[in-house]
């Protein structure tokens, strides 16, 4: 089980607007680390979408926006494309002894 | 262009042993922290441990699941990572990946390139 939670699956229709949520704790999101976003595309590896919370790296659509408030954060993605269905994953550190870098579980996207 | 290729994987027996390789190029290899990041068939990404430059004093750190059985390694002249897996379990069966933090400038702790992945299947 995650300690980051996201939604196991979110959907929309082309064109549409839809947000992922990733909920942490007070010893991690809400200890004020960084939020990053990964896509992983089927059959393919993770690759950054979001970093820093709300950043975007060169090459990544205007499309993609990560927010960030207290012990959560959101990624939203909007004009909805049939090649954003992909699975997104959240990631943060956390301060627990055991734990280091934390992943959410990840939500499917699935573009109507 | 950031190239990373992963090998050394295949079929590993419970308590057994296997080596996996990363090889890098395309960017200051020496400069960068690389991290192992797995995901169990059809799950999640979890990561494995993370080994620092050597600028950056070589720091290791392990998740607790792996503390103690997995070694994470560098070969700086031969731009090559290296995890050794020991004491192998069922549940370590997955795509391992390899991935650079703090090579596109985008910050030390993002992982910014990911290489492909090699498959481990622990079985008896």
């Known amino acids: 089980q995650s300690v980051l939670t996201q939604p196991p699956s979110v959907s929309g229709a082309p064109g549409q607007r839809v947000t992922i949520s990733c909920t942490g704790s007070?010893?991690?999101?809400?200890?004020?680390?960084?939020v990053h976003w990964y896509q992983q595309l089927p059959g393919t590896a993770p690759k950054v979408l979001i970093y820093?919370?709300?950043k975007r790296p060169s090459g990544v659509p205007d499309r993609f926006s990560g927010s960030r408030s207290g012990t959560s954060a959101s990624l939203a993605i909007t004009g909805l494309q049939a090649e954003d269905e992909a699975v997104y994953y959240c990631q943060s550190y956390d301060t627990t002894v055991s734990l280091f870098v934390l992943f959410g579980g990840g939500t499917k996207l699935t573009v109507l | 262009e950031v190239h990373l290729v992963e090998s050394g994987g295949g079929l590993g027996k419970p308590g057994g042993s296997l080596r996996l390789s990363c090889a890098a190029s395309g960017f200051t290899f020496t400069n960068a922290w690389m991290s192992w990041v797995r995901q169990a068939p059809g799950k999640g990404l979890e990561w494995i441990g993370r080994i620092k430059s050597k600028s950056d004093g070589g720091r290791i750190d392990y998740a607790e699941p792996v503390r103690g059985r997995f070694t994470i390694s560098r070969d700086d002249s031969k731009n090559t990572l290296f995890l050794q897996m020991s004491s192998l379990k069922t549940d370590d069966t997955g795509f391992y990946f390899c991935?650079?933090?703090?090579?596109?400038?985008?910050?030390?702790?993002?992982?910014?390139?990911w290489g492909q992945g090699t498959l481990v299947t622990v079985s008896s």
């Open positions: 007070s010893s991690n999101l809400g200890a004020d680390y960084d």
């Open positions: 820093g919370d709300n």
């Open positions: 991935a650079t933090q703090g090579v596109d400038g985008i910050g030390w702790y993002v992982f910014d390139n």
